[in-house]
């Protein structure tokens, strides 16, 4: 078997043992990175930071070390800043910035033996559910090129699913991890608001910015989710005084009698049939696992669309006022006086899809529009938050499809925001809420394209929901199949 199609587990265990070394094992993905470029996975590589890194790996393996992921190569999501390699968020705006410091997520990694291949391609700013919205280039989807491999965390996505990374971090405010999990045939998990430290994050919305993972299998994401979750008090006040966990410790406990809450609202007109025909065999395949299914209902699922786009974009709005082409960031080369500056770098710098959220938040958070606008949308996001808590009485984790439809086509979209919007339905609650959640593969759909099934739990659930998706990767072999060609 090629160190391509290993897990993260299996790798690590080769390198515990001494039959890769890291620097094989970082040479290795580095050649596939770049034999597959065309793909669009990756904005940076740099083969001499990443071997120095495999060779202190090494090192430390010859030296006796037992970190967990101890010489695995993984790439980051390019919204987390890195003092080694460029962090521009997929943006113009951050084109030549380079951090003086590795984001918490980043530096957990290293400390548990990670080694860094690369930062991977996002939608600018992470604003996105296509990967179309980089600065740079789309991404494409392993599994057809010619379509989308999801958003915001695409490239995260498309290097996992086509072997150019064994793992990968990425990050969720809306279904950034989960949407392009699915669209690519991978496993991926966001933890509960707060869990992982967002220091280092470049921001979008505050309070939904979430770092997760990405990987082939539920265990190797529970080894990754390990290394990134804990407390972080001194660099996040959102990070929550919630100690770090072993989330491999549950992984093999019987899930019979598992109760999995599907809401009916999950299963509108909406849902393209592909996709649920993939979703209802997954579904029955839990109940063969001895798990019990239990309607539910979480009434105000449409309503996350209209709270979303108020309260990200405002947050956006908030977050991005600080590049002004000033202290950092792209600053027009031509220009008047200080505020003819300010308006050319930002014109500049940010493209259409940023501009669109900054002037939506902007306008909701303006004297006159704040009430009926901002504040409301809050109250139902609490209702939104209230209505899974009455869930989760009646079940143990919720089930259903992540996205209506599989990956679309490059360009399909065009110019219409709200059909990429409208695409996020089933991811938005759940993040609204702040719940744990994750995609796991279970079937194919139309054009032979993945389908992921989304599993939420209540807050600090993540062993629960990993271990519900290891027992269906024991019992199937979807998170196996890999993209042809590569």
């Known amino acids: ?21 890291a620097v094989e094992a970082a040479q290795h993905f580095l050649a596939r990175s770049q034999k597959y470029a065309d793909l669009g996975a990756y904005l940076a590589t740099d083969a001499e930071v990443t071997l120095a890194q495999a060779r202190a790996a090494d090192a430390r393996i010859a030296a006796g070390e037992a970190a967990p992921l101890l010489g695995v190569p993984i790439a980051h999501k390019d919204i987390f800043v ?52 980089s600065a740079y280039f789309p991404a494409k989807n392993p599994w057809d090129t010619s379509r989308i491999p999801g958003g915001s965390s695409g490239g995260s996505a498309a290097a996992v699913a086509a072997r150019l990374a064994p793992a990968a971090t990425a990050t969720d405010t809306g279904g950034s991890i989960r949407q392009p999990a699915a669209f690519c045939g991978i496993t991926g998990i966001k933890p509960t608001y707060g869990r992982a430290s967002r220091y280092g994050m470049i921001a979008f919305a505050s309070s939904l910015d979430q770092a997760g993972v990405m990987a082939h299998t539920a265990e190797d994401a529970a080894l990754l989710l390990s290394a ?67 309607e ?32 950092f960031g792209h600053r027009a080369k031509q220009h008047g006086d200080l505020l003819d500056m ?27 529009y704040y009430d009926a606008y901002y504040l409301q949308a809050q109250k139902i996001r609490r209702m ?45 609650p759940g993040s609204l809420a702040g719940l744990p959640g994750m995609s796991i593969p279970v079937g194919f759909g139309a054009g032979n394209m993945p389908v992921g ?18 027992q269906f990767q024991q019992a199937t072999d979807f998170h196996l199949r890999k993209p042809e060609g590569f």
């Open 453 to 470: 099934l989304q599993l939420l739990g209540n807050y600090f659930a993540e062993g629960r929901l990993l271990n519900a998706a290891h």
């Open 342 to 368: 300010y308006k050319k770098s930002r014109a500049e710098g940010f493209g259409d899809e940023v501009k669109r959220r900054i002037m939506i938040g902007t306008y909701v958070l303006s004297h006159g």
């Open 1 to 21: 078997m090629s160190l391509h199609d290993l897990s993260v587990a299996a790798l690590a265990a080769k390198l515990k043992a001494r039959e890769v070394s």
């Open 296 to 327: 539910i209902s979480l009434p105000r699922t449409e309503l996350s669309i209209p709270v979303y786009y108020i309260l990200a974009p405002a947050e956006a709005s908030s977050n991005l006022a600080r590049f002004d082409g000033v202290k």
């Open 82 to 133: 890195t003092k080694d390699f460029a962090s521009t968020a997929g943006s113009k705006m951050l084109e030549d910035y380079r951090s003086p410091f590795d984001a918490t997520a980043v530096r957990k990694l290293a400390e548990a033996g990670a080694v860094t291949l690369g930062k991977l391609n996002c939608d600018e700013f992470a604003m996105g559910s296509a990967n179309e919205n």
């Open 228 to 294: 990134i979750c804990g407390p972080d008090p001194d660099r996040d006040a959102t990070s929550l005084d919630t100690p770090a966990e072993d989330f491999t410790r549950e992984l093999g406990a019987s899930i019979a009698g598992l109760r999995i809450g599907v809401p009916k609202e999950f299963f509108g007109e909406g849902l393209a049939a592909d996709v649920r025909s993939a979703i209802d065999a997954a579904l029955k395949q839990y109940e063969k696992l001895g798990a019990k299914l239990v």
């Open 384 to 428: 939104i938050a209230d209505d899974f808590q009455d869930a989760f009485k009646q079940c143990d984790l919720i089930a259903g499809p992540v996205a209506p439809m599989v990956a679309w086509k490059l360009g399909e979209h065009g110019k219409d925001p709200l059909a990429d919007y409208l695409a996020d339905i089933f991811t938005l």
